[in-house]
């Protein structure tokens, strides 16, 4: 058989999205959002929450770094991400937090358990995730760093987080 690169007609998306959402609270950049629906689009984020400054649509810039996928993920806005982390552990969601610090783990060491419901929680590009998210969230989790900068753009750091977490997921 050859390899043939295929169509988006030939492409079938799962049934259903995998109990796995994400918090941006504070980023500042439309693009980094956009990038962000389009990592849900693909890896079957249920629901995305942005919450602050986080720019949401209808946003010009972030829809072209959508490619439109912020007209079908599902997404809400809220000020207060404490409230929205609040809500989200009543319905029984862990918060994990992507950010390095003196007590984050690998993000490939995480337990996951069968029937977890994950939200991701981003920080701002520069200055990351908040203290105040950091101590509400159950665990936090980090991506190992070979280099000699300790991070990298926050798009890119959720998609290798969301694509690790999703692996142990059903769905």
Known sequence: MRN?????????PADAPRALRLLAHDLEL??????LFRLADALGVERLHLTGRTP?????????AARSTDAHVP???????LAVVAALRAGGWRIVSLELTTASIDVRALPVAPGDRLCLVLGAEGAGVAQA??????????IPMR?????????????????????????
């Open 4 to 12: 043939v690169q295929l169509v988006h007609a030939q492409h079938r």
């Open 30 to 35: 439309a693009a980094n959002v956009g990038t």
């Open 56 to 64: 949401a649509p209808p946003d010009a810039r972030l829809r072209k």
């Open 75 to 81: 997404w809400e806005r809220g000020d207060d991400p």
């Open 133 to 142: 998210l950091l101590d509400a969230s159950d665990a936090t989790v980090h």
């Open 147 to 171: 280099g000699r900068n300790s991070s990298m753009n926050v798009a890119s750091a959720a998609a290798i987080a969301l694509f690790e977490l999703s692996r142990h997921l059903v769905g």
